[in-house]
């Protein structure tokens, strides 16, 4: 029986040969192409760093609960998602974090304007 040695979907993720190097352990699976590691195929690793948190807060928040921070802040996602998966889920996870904050932030303040607006 004949099996052929390429990579087959059922194969453990580590157990995929690198495209450019040979190497076993291909952790970056372009779409339509052959799977590499991430620096043989020139990219970075896929973590998230916090200066992008820092920005994602600080664009979202202010703007409030309108969806127009949280739209204007996934444009890095849509950036990101193909070459840097992780990345890009890990820092629409905090807009959205950062949008259900706002949110929480208006309405408590509209409700504290209610309670202590003046009487008429
Ligand atoms: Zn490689």
Excluded: E
């Amino acid at each position: 029986m004949y099996a052929a040695p390429t990579a087959s979907p059922v194969m453990a993720q580590g157990a995929y040969p690198c495209a450019r190097c040979g190497g076993p352990g291909a952790d970056h699976f372009p779409p339509g192409g052959p799977p590499m590691h991430r620096p043989c195929a020139g990219l970075g690793p896929d973590v998230l760093d916090w200066p992008w948190l820092l920005l994602a807060y600080s664009v979202v928040v202010p703007i409030g609960c309108t969806l127009v921070g949280a739209v204007i802040a996934s444009i890095p996602y849509y950036i990101w998602r193909r070459d840097y998966p992780v990345r890009a889920r890990t820092y629409n996870l905090h807009v959205w974090i950062a949008f259900g904050l706002s949110c929480l932030m208006w309405v408590g303040l509209f409700a504290l304007m209610a309670v202590f607006s003046p009487k008429r």
